[in-house]
């Protein structure tokens, strides 16, 4: 995951999600019932502005976090993380982790079977890799060309990805059917520069989350806004 001259694109997008409340608790749930315990050796790679790797020092976990935008590690450094950097010889966390999650993180990256590997290489034997990204390149809008998303993925794909890297995956399935209609109701009807109105994602976390995320138990295997995908290393 290349450092050098990367530039996010969408921080004000990331602060508005900051407030995406029972939309982050279930991303920080997907991962932390795969942390064996609160001193397991765990990564956050995309790390953003810290969000998760915040919610997660709140439950007793503290991540190593990785993140190529300059200005953004700047505030992970400030917030107390210990930020790694593969590109200038940080190669001792190589095989080092027992998890390592990924967010809304691979679809930035041009190259994802590269990084695919590279995540691959990063867990320690057994260790296991969460993956979360965008779902249905009908779905794509403003929004992914405005944090320069590179596509979105479906499942079979991404396993193979992750199977092509030396993983093992163990659960898959598509999350939040609501929002593939949301999302494709913001292809044809939301803002032409791809922001995101913060009333309206309130309202849809508030009140269309809860539900959403109840109904992905059925319809995990056909269709949702997003994949989630668990591996491990042999």
Do not use: W
């Not at 990367?6 to 608790?25: H, I, P, Q, W």
Request: hydrophobic share 40%.
């Amino acid at each position: 995951m290349a450092t050098d001259d990367f530039v996010y694109t969408g921080s004000d997008n990331l602060e508005v999600m900051a407030d995406a409340v029972n939309y982050n608790r279930f991303l920080l749930d997907s991962v932390i019932r795969h942390v064996p315990s609160p001193e397991a050796s765990v990564l956050d790679f995309g790390a953003g502005a810290g969000t998760y790797a915040d919610m997660m020092t709140t439950r007793g976990i503290r991540p190593d976090v990785l993140e190529p935008d300059g200005d953004l590690r700047k505030v992970l450094t400030g917030k107390g993380h210990r930020v790694v950097d593969l590109d200038h010889g940080d190669d001792t966390v190589e095989g080092g982790y027992d998890v390592v999650y990924t967010l809304n993180v691979l679809e930035h990256i041009k190259n994802d079977q590269e990084a695919c590997e590279q995540l691959a290489s990063l867990l320690k034997p057994g260790g296991r890799l969460v993956v979360y990204v965008p779902a249905f390149e009908v779905l794509f809008t403003s929004m992914d060309e405005k944090v320069a998303h590179y596509r979105r993925y479906r499942r079979r794909p991404l396993e193979r990805l992750l199977r092509n890297a030396g993983l093992e995956v163990v659960e898959s399935s598509y999350c939040d059917p609501a929002g593939f209609f949301a999302t494709l109701s913001y292809r044809f009807l939301g803002s032409s520069d791809g922001s995101i109105s913060p009333a309206a994602l309130k309202l849809y976390d508030r009140v269309v989350f809860p539900i959403s995320r109840a109904l992905h138990r059925v319809t995990g295997r056909l269709f949702g806004k997003n994949v989630l995908v668990v591996a491990t290393r042999g």
